[in-house]
Structures are given as structure tokens and as C-alpha cells.
């Protein structure tokens, strides 16, 4: 009887932690990653074996119905509740899971009784009360990034979790992403020497508004663009990029300086379409960060440079600044690898260290796997979401919490918070002493 | 980490026992950077084989490497006008057999780079008669030599080795082929030049680099030589390989005909454009 369970057991989450316990031995990676401890293909058989995990989905609009695909996906995962304010997007949730039990109040939804998981995906001025909320109803919490509009609402969402039993997580999708994790593991064990900065950008050409059937309904569908919800770019996208670097870097900046500005977009928003920022170590290593939404030439990156090399991590690649290989060696070398046999592009006129090659791309991953391109507002494919939210439904069943995911999006979204500070008041702006936790390296 | 950044610039190795495959590198050797890969051999026979290689490099370097002043060249060279000096048996052998090449290239492959230069060299003394020596156009070649007896002595059966591009050695054959195949880059266009098929054999490319033009020096005028000709020399020997490659850069197409026979199982073409 079990059996059946068992073979249809979800594949995404199983081959996620599968490939990178077969790259390092298991046991040695997920003592770098130990979020990953509490989601095993063991566990995740075990969990199955029990029951599924009943998800109520608080929030449908676009990220809500993209969770809501993924989550039809999940075979330990079943949606028994949907809930949204407004209608259409209620409407629209509900064809996609029909016979799910639909709230317009997530107080409703919270008192069903035969809800194990709650996912919220509303804006980000709502997050603080209804992770809260939910976490009181003794539901287990996934929420989508940022934590919170404000840093006391941070800490009472932290304090909240630290007094609870449940678990919490936070979409922090790279934390999920294979290419990801396999970087931070090549990081830790020195593939690119010494860490001596960062850099990170995220350039879009969109102008973030969203069109409205009736003026009354602006702030509830534009809501990204008006600070009683939005934090703008900052937590929106700055949050992933931020979060990663301290997970890099394993510290946490302890102040930062900035412009922002609304350059372009000038259609009443109120929060920036420019941003320029300077994170700084206590070390005095920086994080760069930059964002705009008036050009996209840049792309998304988020750069990890080393003593001896660099890893882009959204793109999954590596360069080394000495590259010992011969270009075309390292071609040969995945050609044999790979079972091919063709001509590589070995010989020519001598190399000599005064003609130094152009900085060679090394994949992070074996098998290409999709790079971002950071331009997808809802969500790209295969970037972790997935996985994480998986990880969170097994989570459902077992108890147990994934470590160190709401101490990366609480220290991500201080980060975000202090940075506009800092570009709001126009000064520099230290680390509030009230607002360290246990959990921060400095 | 400290320890990791420490082996790249020593250059790396690493075995794949799954594929029984060993790949090196080293970013700095004889003045530019060697990358091998050894298929089918045992770790053991690999390893040893590739540090014995190291080694060997590193005693070339000081015999022939004419920026360091400490060099037996480099001191050769410095007392150039003083008469017959003492060599070591090794240089000796070399600079015998760079006289051999001369001699069978018509003059071209020269390493003191002037037709009008005389060498004399025997009972364990040189006089180099006022000349310099520069072996750059040679040294590569020797080492492949030593490298394929290193690996044949462990057993190695296939191999390829590519020492800064120019250089190649390639042993039996790639372990999904029945050869080694690689394609001659022209380095001002990137595009492929011609595509050869190595099998027990060596190939040697010559020609000018975009921003690193006229190093080849002809004899016969003392002048560099310009312009875009890249040569390609396939041998059974990576020393002849290497000096044919140099010496195809100099010579008409007649004078290489000529030349060409005089070494066995040689194969050389230019490509001017
Ligand atoms: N992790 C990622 O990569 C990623 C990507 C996109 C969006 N997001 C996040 O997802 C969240 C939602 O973004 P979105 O683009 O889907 O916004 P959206 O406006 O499309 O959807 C939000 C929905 O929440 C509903 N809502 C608002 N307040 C509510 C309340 N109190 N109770 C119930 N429903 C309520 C709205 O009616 C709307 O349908 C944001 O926090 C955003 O930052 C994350």
C-alpha cells in the first residue's frame, strides 16, 4: 500500500538533494548548508509515507497562482484553501484548484482547522501581521520574501518565531537553487581564494505598474510602487541578491551608503527606480549593489570576486584569474568526459603570458541549468522555488524547521531596510544595535 | 583556502578513478603554461608521471632559459667572446643536435639566429664565436621528447599533451576515437586553419600573434619577420616538429620541399594570408 506512494515521490526536491550529496558525500554538504538537513530523501519517504500536507494559499495573485502551479506538482502536498481580497484573483486561484475552500478573510482560513501549511503571498506591507497571525493559529508558515516592510516588524515576526514551535520559512529561493548551493560549497572549500568583495546588480526595462479596472482598486494592485506596502527594489529584488552575500561571506555588513532616486518613472510611484548602494564588512570588504528598471542592458549578476577568481552566481559560471588549463584542453577534458570525440581548438601560434586568454567561463554545474536573466516579475523556472516550497511542505509533516532560512531573510531584509535608510536620509547608516540577532558574524 | 591558492599558482592536478583520467596544469613553465591529459592509466602511473615531467621541465628551464641570469645559457651567452668554455654533457648534446638542425633546415632554424655564426662544439666545450644562443624555438620540443619516454616508461599508452598551444604531443589516441583530433587556430581572426588527425605523433605550430609580431628572427637578414603566416609541422618527433614549424616560417615553398624530406614522417604546410 505504501508502495504506490512511494513511486510516485516528488522527483524535483529528491534530485535536488540527491546531485549535491553525490558531489561532495553527502554528509559534508549539508554541514555547509544545513538548511538542507531537515528535507533528505529519507525524511522526504517517511514524511510521504505518512500523509500529505494540507496547504492553505493566502494571497493569489500572480507569485500566489505561480506557488499554486508548483504546488499542483508536489505529490506531498495537497491545496485545500485558497484565500484573497480580491475577487478575480480569488476567481481565477479557484479554477486552478477547484474544490478548494475559498476565504476573502485569512482569519477564516487560519481557523480552519484542517490547514497544516500556510503560504502567504500578498504584499509585503501585509507580511509581518499575517506570518504572525498564522504562526499564532499554530499553522506552519511559508511566506514570501521580504520579511517585513519595516525593521520592528522584522523583529516581532523573529521574536514571534523564536517563542514558537512551528515551522517558518522564507522564500529565499537561491538558498533552493542548485547552481547555488554547489557555488557555496565551491566558495567554502576556496575555488576562488580569499573573498575580497562583492557586487551586485539587478537592471530591468519595465516600469513595474500593473493595469487597473477602477482608480479605487491603485494601491491595491500597484501596491509595489507606494511605501505603505513596497519597500521597492530594495526588497523586491535586492533582498535574493543581499541574502546571498551574507551567506557567502557568512557575515553580515554592518553599515551602508547610498543614492536613490526616481529617475525615470516619474507617474506619482513613490518608491525609487535607481538605487546605488554601498554595504560595507566590518573587514572593509563592500558589497556593491545597483538596481534600475529604466534599462536592462545589465542583466542580473551577483558577483562573488576572490583573490584568485570569480564566481557570477546567477549565471553559474566561475572565471579564475590564473587559468592553468589551455582553453582547449578544458574543452577536451569535458569532450572525454562527456564520450565525444571531435577536433578541439587547441593549436596555435604560442601562448605567452603577455597574451593572457580572455577570462574563460567554468560552469558551476555539470548539466546547464537554466541562468536566470532576472527579467520574469512573477518567477523564473527551476530557480528554487519549487524546491523550497517542497521543502516546506515535507516540513508540513515532519515538524521540522529548515535552519538558518528566517535568520537569511530576516539579515537580508535589516540589509534592504537599512539601505533605504541610508538613501532616504542621504548619510551613512550602521547596524541598529536592537536589531542584531544571535544568529549574525561580524 | 590559503592552501588552495597556493596549488593554483603551482598549477593542479586531479584524477576521475571513475573515468581513469588525469588532467594537469601549470600556468608557468619554460614561459608559458603546459596542460596534459592522460586516459586509462592508473592514478600511480599518472601522477608519477606528470611530477617526473614537472621535474624534467624544471631542469630545462635552468640549462636553457635565457631570462635567467643564472642559466648555463644565460652565462654562456655572457661570456660569448671569451673562447671555448665548458659545458654540461646534456647542453653539449643539444647544442650538437641544434647544429644538426641547421644544418638540415639550410640554414633556417637557427638558434643563434645569424647565418653568418659558427659554432664549435666538442669535448665537453662550446665557442660560440661572438653569438648568443636563444633555444625558445626548440626547448618545448625537447620536452615533449622527454615526456613521451617519461610516459611510455610508466606504462602510458594515451595521452595529450598541449604545452602553450603550439606545442602538442599526442600519444595513442583519445579514449572515444582512434586518434587525438585538434584544429589549428588563426589567432587574428579566431578561426580554424586546419584540422589534423594525431595519432603516436607531434605537432608543432609556428606563426605571429596579434600584437606579438616579428619574434621570429630570419638568419639571413637579422630582421623579425611581419605579417600573418602560421606554420604547421606534424612529426613523429616533438623536437622536429618544433623545428620545422620555426623553420617553415622562413622558407619559400620550394625550400621547404626541399627541406621537408630530410626529416622522417615530417608533414609541414604554411598558410599565408
Ligand atoms: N521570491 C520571488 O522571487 C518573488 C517573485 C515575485 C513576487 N514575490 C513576492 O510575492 C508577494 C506577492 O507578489 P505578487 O507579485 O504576487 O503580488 P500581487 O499583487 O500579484 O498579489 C498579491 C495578492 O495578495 C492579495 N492580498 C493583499 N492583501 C491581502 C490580505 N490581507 N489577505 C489576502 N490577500 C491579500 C492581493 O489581492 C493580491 O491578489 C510579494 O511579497 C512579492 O515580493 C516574490
Known sequence: ?442 | MCQLSFVLRQGYSQYDPDGRLFVGAVPQLMGTKLSGIIAGASEGAARFAWMEALSLAGELEALLNRFDPASEVSLLNAACGSGPRPVSPRLEELLAACEDYRSRTSGLFDITRDAASSLTVQDGTADLHGATLDFGGIGKGWFLRECRRILADRGIRDAFLCFGNSSILAMGSHPHGDCWKVSVIDPFTGDAVTERSLKDASLSVSGNRPGYEGHIIDPRTGAGLPGRRITVAMCPDPADAEALSTCAMLATGEELASITPRFEGADVKQYNY
Open chain 1, 1 to 442: 500500500m505504501t508502495n504506490n506512494r512511494n513511486e510516485s515521490i516528488d522527483m524535483g526536491l529528491r534530485n535536488f538533494i540527491k546531485t549535491l550529496g553525490c558531489m561532495t558525500g553527502g554528509t559534508a554538504l549539508l554541514a555547509t548548508t544545513p538548511w538542507l538537513t531537515s528535507c533528505t530523501p529519507e525524511k522526504l519517504e517517511e514524511a510521504a509515507r505518512e500523509r500529505r500536507a494540507r496547504i492553505g494559499v493566502i494571497g493569489t495573485g500572480s507569485r500566489g497562482q505561480y506557488h499554486i502551479h508548483n504546488l499542483l506538482k508536489i505529490q506531498i502536498a495537497e491545496i485545500v484553501a485558497l484565500c484573497d481580497i480580491y475577487q478575480p484573483n480569488l476567481d481565477a486561484a479557484a479554477k486552478l484548484v477547484p474544490g478548494a475552500r475559498l476565504y476573502k478573510d485569512h482569519r477564516k482560513l487560519l481557523e480552519d482547522k484542517d490547514i497544516d501549511g500556510v503560504i502567504i503571498a500578498t504584499p509585503l506591507g501585509t507580511h509581518a501581521a499575517l506570518t504572525i497571525d498564522s504562526l499564532e493559529a499554530g499553522k506552519h508558515t511559508f511566506c514570501e520574501k521580504a520579511m517585513a516592510l519595516t525593521m520592528d516588524q522584522c523583529k516581532a515576526v523573529y521574536d514571534k518565531y523564536r517563542d514558537s514551535d512551528r515551522v517558518l520559512f522564507y522564500c529565499m529561493q537561491r538558498m533552493y537553487d542548485e547552481k547555488y548551493v554547489k557555488a557555496f560549497q565551491m566558495i567554502r572549500t576556496g575555488l576562488i581564494g580569499d573573498i575580497v568583495g562583492m557586487r551586485c546588480h539587478w537592471f530591468r526595462n519595465a516600469d513595474w505598474r500593473r493595469e487597473v479596472p477602477s482608480p479605487e482598486l491603485e494601491r491595491l494592485i500597484n501596491w509595489r510602487l507606494y511605501r505603505e506596502n513596497s519597500a521597492g527594489l530594495m526588497t523586491e529584488l535586492g533582498s535574493h541578491q543581499l541574502e546571498v552575500c551574507t551567506l557567502v561571506a557568512d557575515k553580515m555588513p554592518t553599515r551602508v551608503a547610498g543614492f536613490g532616486d526616481i529617475v525615470y518613472w516619474k507617474d506619482g510611484r513613490e518608491v525609487y527606480d535607481t538605487v546605488s548602494l554601498t554595504y560595507q564588512f566590518g573587514d572593509g570588504r563592500n558589497i556593491v549593489y545597483e538596481s534600475l528598471i529604466s534599462n536592462k542592458f545589465n542583466g542580473m549578476e551577483e558577483q562573488i570576486l576572490g583573490k584568485a577568481g570569480t564566481v557570477d552566481l546567477s549565471k553559474g559560471v566561475y572565471y579564475l584569474e590564473e587559468d592553468d588549463l589551455v582553453f582547449g584542453v578544458r574543452q577536451l577534458l569535458t569532450q572525454v568526459r562527456d564520450g565525444v570525440f571531435a577536433a578541439v581548438p587547441t593549436a596555435g601560434p604560442s601562448w605567452r603570458p603577455e597574451l593572457r586568454d580572455k577570462y574563460v567561463p567554468h560552469a558551476i554545474l555539470k548539466q546547464a541549468s537554466g541562468a536566470a536573466t532576472g527579467q520574469n516579475m512573477i518567477g523564473e523556472q527551476n530557480d528554487g522555488s519549487d524546491i523550497i516550497l517542497e521543502a516546506f511542505c515535507q516540513s508540513c509533516i515532519t515538524g521540522e524547521r529548515a535552519r538558518n532560512v528566517v535568520e537569511e531573510c530576516y539579515s537580508a531584509t535589516i540589509l534592504c531596510l537599512m539601505g533605504n535608510q541610508a538613501m532616504d536620509e542621504k548619510r551613512v547608516v550602521s547596524l541598529p544595535e536592537e536589531y542584531i540577532i544571535p544568529y549574525m558574524k561580524f
